[in-house]
């Protein structure tokens, strides 16, 4: 268990149901995607929307206009472009992105894009940063454009898997921005992935809302929120 200064907890969500249950759960910060299933995708402005009506939490929106991969044409970087404006418009704390280069490094000028359309609202760059072939490089390009804050495993299947990663970029931001560890944390190995890296925020998908058979059309939502409820019972709140 750790101390009052735990990590704050992150939970990519997709549905409105969702959210309400993360957020009612101790979730201190909401990724809010469609599309979980492909990585997440930009949600739509109406889910947006009702979202940020039923949670009082910050929510970053996920600004991603397809599954596959991160190499963004220019329509593909407009589009994010206006979807960061729509995003911050209807009450966004965040935008999240993740563009990249066909030979596996950070796509400088569209990220520069991206941020300058956000103005003042928090950047993050998502996973995506897992497939670059030079992570501490690459993390001082995000640096130098402004980024807030990084998602990754370390280049891991997952985070506990790439912690020693993790760990050198932390120490290689300093203050200048945030790392938080996502992918496949669990309750067994959480506490020992902030020890091992210093990581100050973690991230999981840890709400969603599981189909069975009795409800319309034959399927009905249960929520599934243990393993966030697990991961904030190790961490002692």
């Known amino acids: 268990m750790l101390t ?35 990585g997440g995708t930009t949600p739509s402005l109406g889910l947006i929307e009702a979202v940020r009506a039923r949670v009082t939490i910050p929510v970053a929106v996920m600004i991603r206009p397809r599954g596959g991969d991160f190499v963004y044409g220019p329509d593909e970087v407009r589009i994010m472009a206006a979807d960061i404006g729509h995003a911050i418009g209807a009450g966004a704390d965040g935008v999240v992105v993740g563009p990249l280069t066909p030979i596996g490094g950070i796509d400088r000028e569209g990220l520069k894009r991206l941020v300058a359309v ?39 299947a997952t985070a506990y898997e790439g912690r020693g990663v993790i760990g050198r970029l932390v120490e290689r931001a300093g203050g200048r921005l945030t790392v938080i560890a996502g992918g496949g944390v669990t309750a067994a190995d959480v506490v020992a992935l902030v020890q091992a890296t210093g990581v100050r925020e973690v991230h999981l998908s840890g709400i969603r809302l599981e189909r069975v058979a009795g409800g319309v059309f034959g399927m009905t939502p249960v929520p599934n929120p243990d393993r966030l409820m697990r991961i904030k019972d190790v961490l002692g709140t």
């Not at 704050?8 to 995607?33: I, K």
């Not at 030079?134 to 001082?140: D, F, G, H, K, Q």
């Not at 995000?142 to 495993?153: I, S």
């Open 4 to 38: 009052r200064t735990r990590p704050l907890v992150e939970v990519a969500v997709d549905s409105v149901a969702a959210a309400v249950m993360a957020a009612g759960l101790g979730a201190d910060r909401l990724e809010l995607c469609q599309d979980l299933e492909l």
């Open 118 to 156: 956000a103005g003042p609202v928090p950047v993050v760059f998502h996973r995506a940063f897992d497939l670059v072939a030079e992570p501490v490089e690459a993390l001082e390009g995000l640096m130098a454009e402004g980024v807030a804050r990084l998602l990754t495993a370390g280049g891991g």
